[in-house]
């Protein structure tokens, strides 16, 4: 994690959290076997990347949907705890594990529920989405639970971690991304190319897409 700016007192927590995925992957494959051992790099690196670019302030609600085995939303609550997190998913074996690995840590800022996301109610300041599905289907998901406003260093809305050519994904959702942070310029690593997080504001959204009916 040497190019980003994690708090000290988060890299004892980042290191047991790394150690709690090991644990449970042998178990439930929350990350790819084959790329386990690049599990610091690969996988909680590029979810810690915000910590380049966002500040939250104190009382932030965040929600993670399709959070898997906790990412980003676990490595993201350990360095912002300040704020609250909510990490839903479908699938019940992997909540069981993210509740485990939370309560292990000592996380008081984070809720894990089995839940699918278009069935939540109440709005967040930002919601994440790492790898879940293509831009307008989880748009749908998501448009009613986001809360326009500008407390932060980024507008309220969307962080999405996508890899690819994209351009035919934004003009099916007919919203272009605020900003578009590029994983190789922060981490320097051919792996990372083409894979970004994509930021869109909530009042974009909002003013430009359609409630699904």
Same mark, same amino acid.
């Given at each position: 994690?040497?190019?980003?700016?994690? +708090?000290?007192?988060?890299?004892?927590?980042?290191?047991?959290?790394?150690?709690?995925?090991? /644990?449970?992957?042998?178990?439930? #494959?929350?990350?790819?076997?084959?790329?386990?051992?690049?599990?610091?790099?690969?996988?909680?690196?590029?979810?810690?990347?915000?910590?380049?670019?966002?500040?939250? /302030? +104190?009382?932030?609600?965040?929600?993670? $949907? &399709?959070?898997? &085995?906790?990412?980003? &939303?676990? +490595?993201?609550?350990?360095?912002?705890?300040?704020?609250?997190?909510?990490? $839903?998913?479908?699938?019940?074996?992997? @909540?069981?594990?993210?509740?485990?690995?939370?309560?292990?840590?000592?996380?008081? #800022?984070?809720?894990?529920?089995?839940?699918?996301? /278009?069935?939540?109610?109440?709005?967040?300041?930002?919601?994440?989405?790492?790898?879940?599905?293509?831009?307008?289907?989880?748009?749908?998901?998501?448009?009613?639970?986001?809360?326009?406003?500008?407390?932060?260093?980024?507008? #309220?809305?969307?962080?999405?971690?996508?890899?690819?050519?994209?351009?035919? /994904? @934004?003009?099916?959702?007919?919203?272009?991304?605020?900003?578009?942070?590029?994983?190789?310029?922060?981490?320097?690593?051919?792996?990372?190319?083409?894979?970004?997080?994509?930021?869109?504001?909530?009042?974009?959204?909002?003013?430009?897409?359609?409630? +699904?009916?």
């Amino acid at each position: 994690y040497a190019e980003l700016p994690i +708090p000290y007192e988060a890299e004892p927590r980042l290191a047991a959290l790394a150690a709690l995925l090991r /644990e449970w992957n042998d178990k439930l #494959n929350l990350v790819s076997r084959q790329d386990v051992e690049n599990l610091e790099r690969h996988h909680l690196a590029p979810c810690l990347a915000p910590l380049k670019f966002l500040r939250l /302030e +104190p009382g932030a609600t965040v929600l993670d $949907v &399709g959070t898997g &085995g906790g990412l980003p &939303g676990l +490595p993201l609550a350990v360095c912002y705890p300040q704020a609250k997190f909510l990490l $839903v998913d479908s699938i019940g074996k992997k @909540i069981r594990a993210v509740e485990d690995m939370a309560q292990k840590l000592g996380l008081k #800022n984070v809720e894990a529920r089995q839940v699918r996301a /278009e069935t939540l109610t109440g709005q967040f300041d930002f919601v994440l989405g790492r790898a879940v599905a293509a831009l307008p289907e989880f748009t749908g998901w998501v448009r009613g639970r986001l809360r326009p406003g500008a407390r932060h260093s980024l507008a #309220n809305g969307l962080l999405l971690w996508k890899g690819g050519d994209l351009a035919a /994904e @934004i003009a099916a959702l007919g919203v272009e991304p605020r900003q578009k942070f590029f994983l190789e310029a922060f981490f320097n690593e051919p792996y990372f190319r083409e894979k970004y997080i994509l930021h869109f504001a909530a009042e974009d959204i909002l003013s430009k897409t359609r409630a +699904p009916a």
